[in-house]
């Protein structure tokens, strides 16, 4: 049994410890907001938080992950969040949504990182997480509303 | 004259039933969609009113929602319908996904493609439509595609409305004993003058033991209050938190996994393999092979506790080697299959889908013959929620969770799988993480009955990798196009002669997954092509259709997706030719279409057509190309501002859409589905194709099959003409046109006419 660090509480898993941390995530706990896109990481569905930063999980051995502290969307929260989710509520950015909780994860840790982004900067953190239906005009919109609104 | 469309309706109506009956039947009244065959599962207090909606005393108003979810948001648009009819308040409604029924026949499907042009209003155009429509309510299937949803429920949804809120009246009027004329509903609440007034949560049960209301008068356009505003999505909130459910989400109780590998050649199956090391791995459940279903590929499955362990024993399996059946397929490659499109126009008529005038001698008489060659790939769907479905099989019957687009085909393959009446199969559908035609399939729905079946009643959920949906899809069809128009000496167009060559989807469809024969034409092989409105004296656009062994099938806007670039591209090369503005030049062929001028002309001034264009903040010099498409009975026209890089790649800085599809129901939603549909296209413009080497598919992830990122997404914006015609889908509008109006720029900008897809400068 490993013990992992999600959402702020320490979990014991029973997966081999070889295993990415996306199945344990979905298969183990039931915590399905974070997405199989890919399995090898260019899709980034399955982006989640380490340590505050961007990770895909389907990269991430959980025998690797140790004490660090892993946040998924279901736990997601702090300034930003509230920022991006009221951003992403008003501009609508939604369509089939498979890929959004990536992209809210993906914008967080950016905003946590640059509280205001520039164009590049969005494309910077942003460009791994693909949308098929096609967002990425309305989630740039939303992050630069977002920034606003914290900083406002 | 007996044409083949005249023998195809003449199919569908024996299709519907035979000789003699048909008569009879014909002169039976439509069959009504107000109430289906079984009643509604209803939750705590809910009370049915219809078969379209609930009304429960927590004073939520719960739509039946026959449609699949899969980021148009039809939820959204048809909630909006039915809520304005009964004058609900927007924020006390429900969604709930339909059981399946056949009032929930989608009647607008098959009528969407018949192979009439929209400016067909004959007498047979009208009857065989009509005739269509009513076949489809009795003998049609639940289907969300084909950009149908709003026009199939902007009767049905708002009857229903109408009728529910007419029930509540009755019931206030019965309780306040006053006359239901003197009681009318606002917001949620039916009123009277007297001051009296009751929530719908109140009413509700009283409201249920009111008779149906059948014949209801609908609102006037004037008195709509929600149908035209930028409602958000109603599924919204649930995307934010990880809580919304899409296929891969089901999680019954005591949940196995199924991981499957497919011959690597198409339609091929296994022969032989060798599972020791796998079935000794702790978690493995079982190991079979998978039979082809439904025009799919055979394969090897293992079951297991979990997705990692499952993939981790397929991954030993395949180290072992596994002995395959390739079949057909692996005599074919992309050259030869282009090859043989290219003989196919060589030596074929083709079938003409539209003729008038005379073409031939129009030809020879031009002052100018232009001709060109334009081909396009095989393109995947890839949407980013990969194939999947769970299936539990017990004794007296099973459950399917499945995000699908069409859960009546759904249970009849898995009940056919499962040696089971479809009347024991119970499908379940979640949202579709994503599905742009290619879950309209139900190969992999089949496969999973047939995985879950060797489980011990245990439920499975069959989950597909990246690679495995990649390479087993049923890709666009490749497509080559020949054209050759004629100029006089004015530069103007009098003649115009097509003819493409390619495969067809509907007949691939239908043998693989209802049993039909061969309709012998395709209107989808040739939309886009046959059914535009360009004003010219003689025009002949005629189709080929040959048989390849690569799986084919409907991929956001079907044939409009290549034939869109072809036409378009090749208004330009004429405009070229004719030496006049590309905007002018087709403008001067619309004089008998004013709703197509005026989008044209609004995209025009938008993009301020004809005024000189700034280099960008890189330095690089930019063009606009412009492009105008009908499809799915919408209007759009798109100008792109491109601009090339230093690698010679194209860059797309910013696209102005116009689009007239009819009443605009929601333009948020209508915005959203512009975005992304020019994204998707672009994505398909820019980089897209499938390549096939010995009938394998050698694209596997988004890093060869590339899709437009953030990166180079371009800045969109939309308008909407405003219309009181009868509203149109629009998920594949804008899709179309976007390529061409890309090429149109790159040779603007650079004077390279690019004639192939993806384009590439060289």
Redesign the interface.
């Known amino acids: 049994m490993l013990s992992l660090n999600i959402n702020g509480r320490q979990v014991l898993v029973k997966s081999d410890p070889a295993t990415p941390l996306l199945w344990v995530l979905r298969c183990e706990l039931g915590m399905t907001g974070t997405k199989f896109g890919c399995g090898i990481g260019v899709c980034g569905a399955c982006t989640v938080h380490v340590d505050g930063t961007a990770q895909v999980a389907c990269q991430a051995v959980i025998s690797s992950l140790g004490s660090h502290k892993v946040t998924t969307i279901e736990g997601l929260e702090g300034a930003e969040a509230v920022a991006l989710r009221a951003a992403w509520s008003s501009i609508d950015v939604v369509q089939c949504g498979y890929c959004q909780s990536a992209q809210l994860m993906a914008a967080s840790a950016l905003l946590k990182q640059k509280p205001k982004p520039s164009d590049q900067d969005i494309n910077d953190a942003m460009a791994n997480v693909v949308c098929r239906c096609g967002t990425y005009p309305r989630i740039r919109a939303a992050i630069h509303e977002a920034a606003r609104q914290k900083a406002g | 004259m007996l044409t083949r469309r005249t023998f195809l309706i003449g199919s569908l109506s024996v299709a519907g039933a035979a000789g003699a009956l048909v008569v009879g039947w014909s002169a039976l009244p439509p069959r009504q969609r107000l109430v289906g065959s079984t009643p509604l599962p209803v939750e705590g207090t809910q009370v049915p009113l219809n078969g379209w909606v609930k009304v429960s005393s927590d004073n939520s108003v719960t739509v039946m929602m026959c449609k699949a979810?899969?980021?148009?948001?039809i939820y959204t648009g048809a909630a909006m319908l039915l809520a304005e009819e009964m004058d609900a308040d927007w924020a006390q409604m429900k969604v709930e996904q339909s059981p399946i029924d056949g009032i929930y026949n989608n009647l607008d499907n098959v009528a969407g493609d018949l192979p009439f042009r929209p400016d067909d209003h004959s007498v047979f155009e009208e009857f065989s439509v009509w005739m269509t429509r009513k076949i489809s309510r009795d003998f049609g299937t639940m289907i969300t595609g084909g950009s149908t949803s709003i026009n199939d429920l902007w009767l049905p949804m708002r009857e229903a409305g109408a009728g529910a809120r007419a029930m509540l009246c009755g019931a206030a009027a019965d309780k306040w004993h006053v006359p239901v004329g003197e009681c009318r509903a606002e917001s949620g609440r039916v009123l009277h003058p007297s001051g009296r007034s009751a929530s719908f949560g109140e009413l509700a049960e009283l409201a249920g033991q009111q008779s149906l209301r059948a014949r209801v008068v609908l609102k006037t356009p004037a008195q709509f209050k929600m149908v035209g505003k930028p409602l958000?999505?109603i599924?919204?909130?649930?995307?934010?938190?990880?809580?919304?459910?899409?296929g891969?989400?089901a999680?019954p109780d005591g949940l196995l996994?199924a991981s499957v590998l497919m011959c690597p050649t198409l339609g091929g199956t296994v022969s032989h393999f060798d599972d020791s090391v796998a079935r000794a791995l702790?978690?493995v459940v079982k190991t079979l092979k998978v039979d082809a279903y439904n025009g799919g590929t055979g394969g090897v499955a293992v079951i297991a506790?979990?997705?990692?362990?499952a993939?981790y024993a397929l991954d030993a399996i395949a180290a072992l080697g596994i002995e395959w059946n390739h079949g057909a397929a692996a005599n074919v490659s992309n050259g030869d299959m282009m090859r043989s499109l290219a003989d196919a126009l060589d030596h074929s008529d083709g079938h003409v889908y539209y003729s008038r005038g005379h073409i031939d001698g129009a030809l020879n008489t031009a002052a100018q013959v232009v001709s060109a060659e334009y081909r396009a790939p095989y393109l995947a769907h890839?949407?980013?929620?990969?194939l999947n479905c769970t299936v539990q099989v017990k004794d007296d019957g099973a459950t399917v969770w499945v995000s699908t687009q069409v859960p009546a085909l759904a249970r009849k393959h898995v009940a056919k799988v499962l040696h089971m009446d479809a009347d024991k199969v119970d499908v379940q559908v979640l949202?579709?993480?994503?599905?742009?035609g290619r879950r309209l399939e139900v190969d992999y729905v089949s496969q999973a009955a047939a995985i879950a079946l060797e489980a011990d009643g245990r439920p499975v959920q069959t989950?597909w990798?990246?690679p495995q949906d990649m390479t087993h899809d049923f890709y666009r069809p490749a497509c080559v196009s020949r054209f050759k128009a004629g100029l006089n000496s004015a530069g103007e167009v009098v003649a115009w002669r097509n003819m493409s060559a390619s495969q067809s989807a509907v007949a691939a469809s239908l043998k693989r997954n209802y049993g039909f024969l061969d309709p012998l034409i395709d209107r989808t092989t040739v939309e886009g092509a046959f059914d535009q409105p360009y004003e010219w004296p003689n025009l002949r656009v005629a189709q080929t259709t040959i048989e390849l062994p690569v799986p084919v099938g409907f991929w956001r806007s079907v044939g409009h997706s290549h034939q869109a670039f072809f036409v378009e591209s090749f208004m330009d090369e004429l405009a070229a030719a004719a030496r006049k503005d590309p905007v002018a030049f087709r403008a001067s062929l619309l004089e008998h279409h004013p709703r197509h001028l005026a989008v044209l002309q609004r995209a025009a001034a938008l993009s301020d057509w004809g005024r000189p264009l700034a280099r960008g903040s890189d330095g690089a010099a930019r063009a606009r190309g412009v492009a105008l498409h009908e499809a799915f009975g919408s209007i759009v026209a798109q100008v792109a501002e491109v601009s090339v890089g230093a690698d010679k790649s194209v860059r797309v800085q910013r696209v102005v859409c116009v689009v007239d599809c009819g009443t605009p129901v929601n333009p948020?939603l209508i915005r959203?589905q512009v975005?992304?549909?020019?994204?998707?296209g672009l994505s398909a413009a820019l980089y897209e194709a499938i390549t096939i080497d010995h009938g394998q598919v050698q694209e596997q992830?988004?890093?060869d099959f590339p899709?437009?990122?953030?990166?180079d997404?371009p800045?969109?914006e939309t308008e909407i003409m405003p219309s009181g015609a009868e509203p149109q889908g629009v998920g594949e509008i804008a899709t179309p046109p976007i390529a061409a109006a890309v090429a149109n720029a790159v040779f603007t900008l650079t004077g390279q006419r690019l004639r192939t897809l993806p384009l590439k400068l060289a």
């Not at chain 2, 599924?235 to 899409?246: E, T, V, W």
């Not at chain 2, 506790?305 to 362990?309: C, G, S, T």
């Not at chain 2, 890839?382 to 990969?386: I, M, Q, V």
């Not at chain 2, 975005?675 to 998707?680: A, D, Q, R, S, T």
């Open positions: 979810e899969m980021g148009q948001g958000k999505r599924d919204g909130p649930s995307k934010l938190n990880g809580s919304a459910r899409f891969i989400d999680l996994y702790p978690g506790e979990n997705v990692f362990i993939m890839a949407p980013l929620e990969p949202l579709l993480g994503g599905a742009f989950l990798s990246r948020n959203q975005e992304g549909g020019i994204v998707f992830y988004y890093s899709i437009v990122h953030m990166d997404c800045v969109i």
